[in-house]
Nanobody
Framework: QVQLLESGGGSVQAGGSLNLSCTAS???????VGWFRQAPGAEREEIAG????????YYADDVKGRFTISKDMSKKSIYLRMNNLKPEDTAMYYC????????????????WGPGTQVTVSA
């Protein structure tokens, strides 16, 4: 099992950057990790994923080119670099681990952090 804890959220003006970190309590499930976000009144959506030990990479269309997911196994940490932030990026951000892909192409995650809030002002 693994426990995840995000950090690095905060308030920033549009066009700014933030670096989110997620520290894991163990190596369990870190071969397949991702970041999600949930805005008020919206469903939680996967915005970035690093699958199969790093062989697979996914970005949602609206963050592609602006966000970068990475991980450092020596630190048991997952990162999300967010550049050129927009007000519509305002949400609670969650890291997740221990994922696998179903036959329909969707990805299922086994563990989640409590989240960190990102607020982007115009």
């Amino acid at each position: 099992q693994v426990q995840l804890l995000e950090s690095g959220g905060g308030s920033v003006q549009a066009g700014g950057s933030l670096n989110l970190s997620c520290t894991a309590s163990s190596f369990y499930g870190l071969y397949c990790v991702g970041w999600f976000r949930q805005a008020p009144g919206a469903e939680r959506e996967e915005i970035a994923g690093l699958y199969d030990g790093g062989a697979g990479l996914y970005y949602a269309d609206d963050v592609k080119g602006r966000f970068t997911i990475s991980k450092d196994m020596s630190k048991k940490s997952i990162y999300l670099r967010m550049n050129n932030l927009k007000p519509e990026d305002t949400a609670m951000y969650y890291c997740a681990a221990d994922c696998y892909q179903k036959s329909d192409g969707s990805t299922v995650y086994g563990y989640w952090g409590p989240g960190t809030q990102v607020t982007v002002s115009a």
